[in-house]
């Protein structure tokens, strides 16, 4: 039941998050800060109960030099693509609308450990369960790693409907995202450490 949980935790995050009225502003943070806050379900499954506990989540010393090495070397490179696309006027993001908002401390205070952090112990936590307890290979796999960006695209696009209420039609191209999910665990893959794809993921988010 716990992985069940965790695997759906981003739909039960998006129908809580229209909790958040259509007055709050930036509203896609605010819905999507509630999102990111149902993801808690992954550190809970992993110290209480299920197939997948801390141990089976790659967070320890041992490769984790080449991880984070691999991490910095996938920012550095989004980060070239991030101020590429800035400059030819694409839209800001969610964090952008926040900080302008809110202000860069308190909107760190929140992406930092939610969309950063959490979002990429999540990540962690399916991969391994996807491996380990449904497909029954040894973590880090390939098989494992498509999977779950198969699984993580479609929830985004189930997210964007629930949370944002985008029409399916416009939604559904989300899947793609889905893209991320296997570059980022890429780094866990190649390093067997989870280390540099948390740094990665938390730098990918800005």
Not at 30 to 39: E, M
Not at 64 to 91: E, N, W
Not at 173 to 185: K, R
Request: glycine share 8%; net charge positive; with cysteine.
């Amino acid at each position: 039941m716990a992985p069940v949980l965790v695997l759906l935790a981003p739909i039960a995050g998006a129908l809580f998050a229209n909790v958040v009225p259509q007055t709050a502003v930036p509203l896609g943070f605010w819905r999507g800060l509630a999102v990111q806050c149902a993801l808690v379900a992954a550190p809970l499954a992993a110290t209480w109960s299920g197939p997948v506990r801390w141990r089976d989540l790659p967070l320890m010393r041992t490769g984790a030099r080449r991880s984070f090495t691999l991490g910095i070397a996938y920012s550095l490179v989004y980060l070239f693509l991030l101020f590429a696309a800035q400059d030819m006027g694409f839209r800001v993001s969610h964090f952008d609308l926040a900080r302008r908002a809110l202000g860069l401390p308190a909107v760190l205070a929140l992406y930092v450990p939610l969309w950063g952090f959490l979002e990429a112990l999540w990540m962690s936590y399916v991969y391994a369960y996807l491996d380990l307890a449904l497909l029954r290979r040894p973590h880090p796999s390939w098989p494992g790693l498509a999977l779950g960006g198969a699984w993580f695209g479609a929830l985004h696009a189930a997210v964007q409907v629930l949370a944002y209420h985008v029409p399916w039609a416009r939604a559904w191209p989300d899947v793609a995202i889905g893209v991320l999910f296997c570059i980022t665990q890429s780094i866990t893959k190649w390093s067997r450490n989870a280390w540099g794809a948390a740094l990665f993921w938390t730098v990918s988010n800005f």
